[in-house]
């Protein structure tokens, strides 16, 4: 195994820490519908209030997979001198560790666990912790794995659902 | 509404109905507008394919979970209800695949009086290669 690329950067400390506190702005029936069409999901329960009212919810909700942009990205909104040249304003589930970018970090994979959907007129908030951190060795060379737990709740305070994202950090290639 | 799906129904091992979504550069467009994402590779093509080595434009990967979500809550009907799912990303969808969903019952199982499904599940693209592939949990109403 050799040295611990996690104990080198000291990130241990990290574990369970609040990563992120936010409240979003209202969900508007305009989000959901553009969400709705963007994926092709063309229920009227998206579009419709009435359709929405006889339906499962008993109001115009969001597809259930919206609950993760429905405080949008935050840090997200930058002007186009703000971002960076590939158009990235943030990388949601890299963590703002020291030296977090000395790594290169891919995606690894989510997890969504659904409680209940999002109503228009919903506003949103996101709380987010850092719930897992390992290393393994690959093959070419160490790799982090670092796993966020972010819980969105309504106004309401009730859990909308519950989303975990696994990032993978390598070191990067002197190049 | 299509028939509901109870799960007495069911058996492990069973596959349902296949599911196809075709992805296209206009969806990515309303996607990463309504989103609000910005980063190049989903939609400026001499960068995504002469900067990053891209085939093409690449789908944001999030619209599996959507492609997903549709899938099974579709499935489950009215009385039934998506728990859970979780992906892994695996190969980049791009605009003019059209994508198959497939779901696999693997285990059957009553929670707190609640009949539970869990699925594997695939999203493959025309060349078969299973670009997102996943899990979910589902459940239906019992007879």
Redesign the interface.
Known sequence: MGESLLDKLGWKKYLGQETASYTGETILAR?IR??A?????L?PIYFDENAAKE??YGGLTA???YV??AI??PG??KSVKE?GE????TFVGVPEFPNTWELGW?????????FKPVYAGDKVTVTGNIVDMSEKDGKSGKMIFVTSLFTYKNQKGEILAKH?VTMIATPRKES | MNNQVFYEDVVEGQELPPFE??VTTV?IL??L?????????HF?HP?ATQRRGLPNVVAP???A??????FL??WAG?KG?????????RSFMLPGDTLTCRGKIIRKYIEEGKGCLELELSLKNPSAINCVPGKAVVELPMR
């Open positions: 989000d553009r969400y069409l963007a994926i092709d999901d229920n339906g499962k597809p259930l997979s993760s942009w949008g990205v997200g909104e971002l590939d158009g990235l304003a891919v995606r690894g994979g989510e997890e969504l666990e659904f975990r | 979504k075709r969806n309303m996607y507008s309504t989103v609000w994402l910005m980063d190049r590779i400026d960068f990967g999030n619209m979970v959507d492609y997903y979500t549709q809550t579709e009215e209800n998506l728990r859970k799912v979780s992906i892994q990303f």
